[in-house]
């Protein structure tokens, strides 16, 4: 009866261990699978292109820092490049919850994280880093802390891939002749540099890419200091037609170089919302003061014509317009039309009662070409226009009233050097030219005649500006 309950005890007992042996393989397998869920929970992140100088090398601390922060799944895609839009980005994301690209500028990387289920831009981070090897340290400081919060608000995409077919292995299956994931991640490993050196020589796309948002910019302010030179001067006069027999000599006027100051603008409301064509019409002006400037005359003195005075005569100069301007944008390269109305006045003060050469204001109408064209840090911006002049001021209605026909031509070149991204630094010359016609000297006039000091005969007139000037312009940059 002892050897019986024995027996019964043993196979109680070898009963229970069979069962706890059991009970023990599914729990291990159920911890096993939290372990497997809890690594396919990490969010699978791509990092694409990268642009700017230096690029490959900041790509490659981004990829190393995300690695080393252990909490994202980390991919590399070549679709994927700065400039693109949202669709292409989704398209790249091939089922990834965030789409990494870079723009390297002088300042630090701006990393843009875009949202792989639909493309769309979640946030920039900027790393701040004004050499690469400070980039690259900063890159693995404080990219892991930067990113956490903005991939957490990223969805993922849909899969390029379709499900395999029955008599298929399934993805997570390989099949014989694949590597295994160790040879899989060596050979990734080796892969990277080549696509590093690949997105290195990736050149900047144009618009936002360019560390330059002059070409597309909302609006753009220039200002600076001109020295002026200007000569009014008479062709076809009577002493030139008929020499020898008493004419006068009519008084020209030059101003050996005098300083204005300028100032102009260009805003594009639509630049502010969008980058289409709305972008591109804008509203221009400026404004010019010449200053500091006198003039010294030896006029004759009053019942002895022969003897001269000084007579010394300051100067009221400026002009200003205000129009509209369309460009056409391409690349980082720009032209443009201009449509404007102005005024210009040059005037001598205390001469009044006897003029020694005529008051000028020009009322007119411009239409000009403008041109910007840049190379890196250079740029050489050009424009040739005219002016419909419809009034010349004391020109028309004191010297030669009813007889003033007027042509004009205007024309300039600049260079400029770009000391920061918004910021370029100008020198250049500015040409304005009118030329006058007036009537005809009539062939009755009396050669034994003398008309008296004060009067002029001419065939016509040119009124010349020529100024150097150096300034700055700066570019706020629009939309991207």
């Not at 059991?22 to 699978?44: C, E």
């Not at 292109?49 to 980390?74: H, N, P, W």
């Not at 030179?229 to 000599?249: C, E, I, K, M, N």
């Not at 024309?411 to 010359?429: E, H, I, M, N, R």
């Amino acid at each position: 009866m002892l050897k019986n309950n024995v027996t019964v005890r043993a196979v109680i007992c070898l009963s229970l261990g069979f069962a706890v042996a059991l009970s023990a393989a599914p729990a291990s397998a159920k911890k096993g699978g939290k372990h497997t869920a809890a690594k396919k929970a990490k969010k699978r992140v791509l990092v694409g292109g990268f642009q700017g100088t230096k690029s490959g090398e900041a790509r490659k601390a981004v990829i190393a820092a995300l690695k080393d922060d252990g909490e994202y799944d980390i991919g590399e895609t070549s679709d994927a490049k700065p400039g693109g839009d949202d669709k292409s980005y989704a398209s790249a994301s091939n089922g990834a919850t965030a789409v990494l690209v870079g723009t390297v500028k002088k300042s630090g990387l701006i990393l843009s994280v875009r949202n792989g289920a639909d493309g769309a831009l979640v946030q920039d981070v900027e790393v701040k880093g004004d050499s690469p090897s400070k980039l690259s340290k900063n890159i693995a400081d404080t990219l892991g802390l930067s990113v956490a919060d903005v991939i957490a608000q990223t969805k993922p995409g849909s899969a390029k891939a379709d499900e395999p077919k029955a008599d298929e292995p399934k993805a997570d299956e390989p099949k014989a002749d694949e590597p295994k994931a160790d040879d899989a991640e060596e050979k990734t490993d080796k892969e990277k540099e080549p696509a590093d050196e690949e997105a290195k020589s990736e050149p900047a796309s144009a618009g936002d890419a360019s560390p330059f948002p002059d070409s597309h910019s909302a609006l753009e302010l220039e200002a600076g200091l001109r020295a002026v030179h200007r000569s009014f001067t008479y062709h076809d006069t009577a002493d030139q037609l008929y020499p020898g027999r008493g004419y006068p000599v009519p008084q020209t006027y030059k101003l050996p170089l005098g300083p204005a100051l300028f100032i102009n603008g260009t805003i594009y409301p639509g630049a502010f919302a969008t980058s289409g064509a709305g972008a591109n019409f804008g509203i221009t002006g400026g404004y010019e003061l010449n200053f500091g400037t006198k003039s010294v005359y030896d006029t004759p003195v009053a019942g002895d014509p022969t003897k001269t005075q000084e007579n010394t005569l300051t100067t009221a100069a400026n002009q200003y317009f205000v129009g509209v301007k369309a460009r056409i944008p391409f690349s980082v390269h720009q032209l443009g039309v201009v449509v404007a109305y102005g005024q210009q006045e040059f005037n001598l003060l205390g001469d009044e009662r006897a003029p020694t050469v005529p008051d000028v204001w020009y009322k007119f109408i411009k239409a000009s070409l403008e041109g910007r064209f840049r190379v890196d840090a250079i740029s050489v911006g050009v424009h040739l226009g005219t002016r419909l002049v419809s009034n010349t001021g004391g020109l028309e209605r004191d010297w030669f009233p009813g007889h003033v026909k007027t042509q004009e031509i205007e024309a300039g070149l600049s260079l400029g050097y770009s000391v920061a991204p918004s910021v370029d630094l100008l020198v250049g010359f500015d040409l304005t030219r009118y030329a006058f016609n007036f009537n005809p000297i009539p062939s009755s006039l009396n050669p034994n005649s003398n008309p008296g000091p004060n009067a002029v005969i001419a065939g016509g007139a040119t009124d010349q500006y020529i100024s150097g000037f150096f300034g700055a312009r700066y570019s706020l940059p629009g939309q991207k």
